[in-house]
């Protein structure tokens, strides 16, 4: 079974400052994807970034970004310029690739805080 | 657009009563999976539902159960209920088929078991 590793339960963040959050998955999988999923105190998760496992080059979104590691099966999550908005909980998920959806498989999350 | 619809917002049951979740997804989104949110156990999928079949279930027990309307809203169950079921359930819709498809979530029944 698919696993996701979230090893730090709490970050904080200056704002304006960088931070990155950490996450390992494990699988046998070669086909999936990753997902970063924001959820602030409304409890909506919010898609923040998605990475193809096939695909080499990094993920960005704006002030978001990734460094995927295949061969370790490491997927952190930089912030940079970190803004107040962003404080929420983190988590990482797995999703493996093929027909039809499969189900999330989620990380049990980074609270980041950001300090103004 | 509306997002993912879900009622109640908040929910007390006690034990042994069932409870019956809803969810609403995006206008023209044909699959909704529900995911069960606990601080100990973290996210674990329940069920999804594709054009009102259930084509992927997690591993919970036969309390939990779910259907899918012709209109894509989806309903779940809980019978029996236990303390441990007191959680937040998320609904989240997708527009087909993909795995590579963006699943869009609702903010969550939260529901508490005395």
């Known amino acids: 079974a698919q696993t996701v590793t979230q090893s730090q339960p709490e970050m904080s963040v200056q704002e304006a400052e960088t931070v990155t959050l950490s996450c390992t998955y494990d699988t046998s999988e070669s086909d999936y994807y990753l997902f970063w999923y924001k959820q602030p105190p409304s409890r909506q998760m919010i898609l923040v970034i998605r990475q193809e496992a096939y695909k080499q080059q990094n993920a960005t979104e704006n002030r978001f970004s990734v460094n995927f590691q295949k061969a370790a099966k490491s997927f952190s999550l930089k912030i940079s310029d970190s803004q107040l908005g962003d404080a929420a909980m983190y988590f990482c998920a797995y999703r493996r690739g093929r027909s039809g959806n499969t189900p999330l498989v989620f990380g049990k999350g980074t609270r980041l805080s950001v300090i103004a | 657009k509306a997002g993912v619809t879900q009622t109640p917002r908040y929910l007390i049951k006690t034990r042994g009563q069932q409870v019956t979740l809803s969810c609403s997804p995006i206008s023209g989104h044909r699959s909704v999976s529900w995911y069960q949110q606990t601080p100990g156990q973290g996210l674990q999928f329940l069920f999804e539902?594709?054009?009102?079949?259930?084509?992927n279930k997690g591993n919970f027990p036969g309390r939990f159960s779910g259907r899918q309307f012709s209109n894509s809203r989806s309903e779940m169950n809980v019978s029996t209920l236990e303390l441990g079921d007191s959680a937040l359930y998320l609904c989240?819709?997708?527009?087909?088929?993909?795995?590579?498809?963006?699943?869009?979530f609702g903010s969550g029944t939260q529901l508490s078991v005395l």
């Open positions: 989240a819709s997708s527009l087909q088929d993909s795995t590579n498809e963006k699943l869009f």
């Open positions: 539902y594709f054009s009102e079949t259930q084509r």
